[in-house]
């Protein structure tokens, strides 16, 4: 997919039963915790949820938001009784009443901690000045029956303080090899977890002092060279420094770009990197949703920005930087600093609840790659990774955790998962039939499929917002979505399969049991994946597939060996859709059939495609044509609109009845 598959941004501006198996104990050291784990199963399974306690947590600081989800990962997982949302996303507000639960809603969130804080030993106390210390006791937190804190809302909350990480690390390589040494051999090796430890908090009233600013737009990189500013007068009121990057022309996409940095003392170098290396790490204060290219520079267009720290050693009196860029740039400084972190609390209560391990390594930064990739060698084949990657490096974090034998379930902005997984309800193993027409004609048979279902926080919120779409159902559509919501929130599948219409097909998404690129992994530990993602799909009445295949950026051609891993496992299996390309292909692989997915990313391109496709058709054969339409930027009325601008010589079909007729035309030819 030409586009980065998940452009999801938090809403939040925070910051049936289970399955008669056998029972099979996991470890957790809080008193009476009832949680385990089938030896089959990919992801632990809670007790059962009878009334939940509900709170907006809008109003509070990051830190107290981490503070209570992380009370609530202790809680629930004993029993789920706490529930929290923020009031600026309704969806998760909308699940409450959806999952069909008694609930209680307090407008006191604290009230809730004053009632349930008993139930921890004390507190984890991070070092704010290394934000990744959050992230470690978060773990440690769930291992020691313990809530994360600051020290000063233990203080204030009379919190016994069980261990403190003030002081003891510089920078998150010391963080997470102290973890992977002394902290992760104790915990699961079925689950590891990734999200950001922190969130910023902007500081208000800081002034800014330009630096540099381009004149005039420039797009082409024709002023590349290394350009000088002084930053001396800022050492008077401070010894550091904070230098932002901006784009001068918000509008037109083509900020700054910066290959190097240099920054002198005194004529003494005192920093100098290339932006995605090591070097970089200790002075990237802000990274602003900035991006990082391949050939090694950092780039901010639009609203993106970065910011960088500089301290001068003391008595310095000329400090001056040296900067490799070019493109439309907007340089300020200031000597105060501009924002600070706080606890990023979104999903950290199903951390704790589970005492997982968590980092956030970027997969695309050789240092972090490498000590990423130690850690998720220690873990067992077919492990889950939830969360995602800094920076969104998803194409390369993706390779290197299907090259360690683990699937990718993006879920860094699901909320409550300790709370859901709880929360029983009938899993349905059918769909709703629909007979495919009874013979084939000259015509374009099509299909659509929304694409992004692996992704459990898109499930959680934007499937909802375009499930609720009125024009749902006037037209067949395929709805990927993640089997393993049969774990982490089986309410939440339920709804969806019994809210279904006839037009609606769920679909599993890529690439099974959780988002991965087949192609990368070890030969040896493969047809666990594939069993797993047969026995999910299985379990929750999915018989197609939308599957993705790459090595890193590049797309690969689904192979005759991998088709046949997922027939052999999958009892069923009616065809596989994979890639998002542009243009779409089908044939019959041993006796399966396969499509790639034309990429359709909005209504007025998919006009265009369909209508070139009916220009192009000879008419001399049925054509068949397997269409993704891109989730976050079209809905339900979107795939409406393109079935009433299609002439006569399409048919819009369900993907199952697409394949069943695909199936039946391929056999003949």
């Known amino acids: 997919m030409p586009i980065s598959r998940r452009n999801f941004l938090a809403l939040s501006g925070a910051a049936a039963g289970a399955s008669a198996l056998p029972r099979i104990a996991f470890a957790q050291s809080g008193q009476g915790s009832q949680t385990y784990w089938p030896a089959d199963r990919a992801l632990p399974i809670f007790p059962q949820a009878h009334h939940l306690d509900a709170a907006d947590l809008t109003s509070l600081t990051g830190d107290e938001q981490g503070l209570l989800v992380s009370l609530?990962?202790?809680?629930?997982?004993?029993?789920?009784?706490?529930y929290f949302y923020w009031g600026t996303d309704p969806t998760t507000q909308n699940w409450l009443s959806l999952i069909k639960i008694p609930y209680t809603t307090s407008t006191d969130p604290w009230s809730l901690f004053h009632r349930y804080i008993q139930e921890a030993d004390g507190?984890?106390?991070f070092d704010p000045n290394v934000p990744d210390t959050i992230n470690l006791a978060t773990t440690l937190a769930g291992m020691k029956n313990?809530?994360?804190?600051?020290?000063?809302?233990?203080?204030?909350?009379?919190?016994?303080?069980?261990?403190?990480?003030?002081?003891?690390?510089?920078?998150?390589?010391?963080?997470?090899?102290?973890?992977?040494?002394?902290?992760?051999?104790?915990?699961?090796?079925?689950?590891?977890?990734?999200?950001?430890?922190?969130?910023?908090?902007?500081?208000?009233?800081?002034?800014?002092?330009?630096?540099?600013?381009?004149?005039a737009?420039?797009?082409?990189?024709?002023?590349?060279?290394?350009?000088?500013?002084?930053?001396?007068?800022?050492?008077?009121?401070?010894?550091?420094?904070?230098?932002?990057f901006q784009d001068a022309y918000s509008n037109t996409g083509w900020g700054p770009s910066v290959s190097q940095v240099t920054v002198t003392a005194d004529g003494t170098t005192?920093?100098?990197?290339?932006?995605?290396?090591?070097?970089?790490?200790?002075?990237?204060?802000?990274?602003?949703?900035?991006?990082?290219?391949?050939?090694?520079?950092?780039?901010?267009?639009?609203?993106?920005?970065?910011?960088?720290?500089?301290?001068?050693?003391?008595?310095?009196?000329q400090l001056v930087l040296t900067v490799t860029m070019w493109n439309q740039y907007f340089v300020t400084a200031t000597s105060t600093q501009p924002s600070y972190q706080v606890v990023n609390p979104l999903f950290r209560d199903y951390i704790v609840a589970n005492s997982a391990p968590v980092f956030w390594l970027d997969p695309d930064v050789t240092e972090e790659a490498t000590l990423m990739g130690q850690i998720l060698a220690t873990f067992e084949p077919d492990t889950a990774y939830l969360g995602w990657f800094p920076n969104g490096d998803e194409m390369p974090g993706v390779t290197l955790c299907g090259q360690n034998s683990t699937y990718v379930v993006a879920a860094d902005v699901f909320y409550n998962g300790s709370a859901l997984s709880g929360v029983r309800a009938p899993i349905r193993q059918s769909q709703k039939p629909v007979k495919p027409p009874t013979k084939v004609e000259n015509k374009i048979y099509i299909s659509f499929t929304m694409v992004e279902g692996d992704n459990i926080q898109y499930n959680q919120h934007r499937m909802?917002?375009?499930?609720?779409?009125?024009?749902?159902?006037?037209?067949?559509?395929?709805?990927?979505?993640?089997?393993?919501?049969?774990?982490?929130?089986?309410?939440?599948?339920?709804?969806?399969?019994?809210?279904?219409?006839?037009?609606?097909?769920?679909?599993?998404?890529?690439?099974?049991?959780?988002?991965?690129?087949?192609?990368?992994?070890?030969?040896?530990?493969?047809?666990?994946?594939?069993?797993?993602?047969?026995?999910?799909m299985q379990a929750t009445g999915m018989q197609t597939l939308f599957a993705y295949d790459r090595n890193g950026s590049t797309d690969l051609t689904i192979t005759t060996a991998l088709v046949d891993l997922y027939r052999q496992n999958i009892p069923g299996l009616q065809g596989i859709v994979y890639n998002y390309e542009s243009a779409s292909t089908i044939s019959l692989i041993d006796g399966l059939p396969v499509a790639q997915l034309l990429g359709v990313n909005d209504l007025s391109s998919g006009e265009t495609q369909l209508a070139a496709i009916a220009s192009s058709w000879d008419s001399s054969a049925p054509l068949f044509v397997a269409a993704g339409l891109e989730s976050w930027n079209m809905m339900p009325a979107d795939?409406?609109?393109?079935?009433?601008?299609?002439?006569?010589?399409?048919?819009?079909?369900?993907?199952?009845?697409?394949?069943?007729?695909a199936k039946q035309a391929l056999g003949k030819s």
């Open 464 to 536: 909802l917002m375009m499930w609720e779409d009125a024009t749902r159902g006037q037209v067949p559509l395929g709805w990927s979505i993640s089997v393993l919501l049969r774990d982490i929130a089986p309410a939440m599948l339920s709804y969806y399969q019994e809210t279904a219409t006839a037009n609606d097909l769920l679909v599993a998404g890529p690439s099974g049991a959780g988002y991965t690129y087949p192609a990368v992994w070890p030969s040896s530990t493969l047809p666990k994946y594939m069993r797993q993602s047969g026995e999910y």
């Open 146 to 215: 313990a809530v994360v804190a600051t020290a000063d809302l233990a203080a204030t909350y009379g919190l016994r303080i069980i261990e403190d990480f003030r002081g003891k690390f510089t920078d998150k390589f010391g963080v997470y090899n102290y973890a992977l040494s002394n902290v992760w051999p104790k915990t699961t090796k079925r689950m590891v977890t990734a999200i950001g430890p922190s969130n910023t908090q902007e500081v208000s009233g800081v002034n800014w002092t330009t630096l540099l600013e381009v004149t």
């Open 639 to 661: 795939a409406v609109s393109l079935a009433n601008a299609m002439g006569s010589d399409f048919e819009l079909l369900r993907p199952d009845a697409w394949f069943a007729l």
């Open 72 to 82: 609530q990962g202790i809680v629930n997982r004993k029993e789920p009784r706490l």
């Open 123 to 125: 507190a984890i106390v």
């Open 270 to 317: 005192i920093a100098s990197f290339q932006p995605g290396t090591s070097a970089e790490t200790p002075y990237l204060f802000e990274n602003g949703s900035s991006q990082l290219a391949s050939g090694g520079w950092r780039f901010a267009d639009n609203t993106e920005y970065f910011i960088y720290k500089f301290t001068a050693p003391a008595g310095t009196k």
């Open 217 to 244: 737009p420039v797009t082409d990189a024709s002023n590349k060279a290394a350009y000088t500013a002084d930053l001396s007068s800022f050492l008077s009121t401070s010894s550091t420094v904070y230098v932002k």
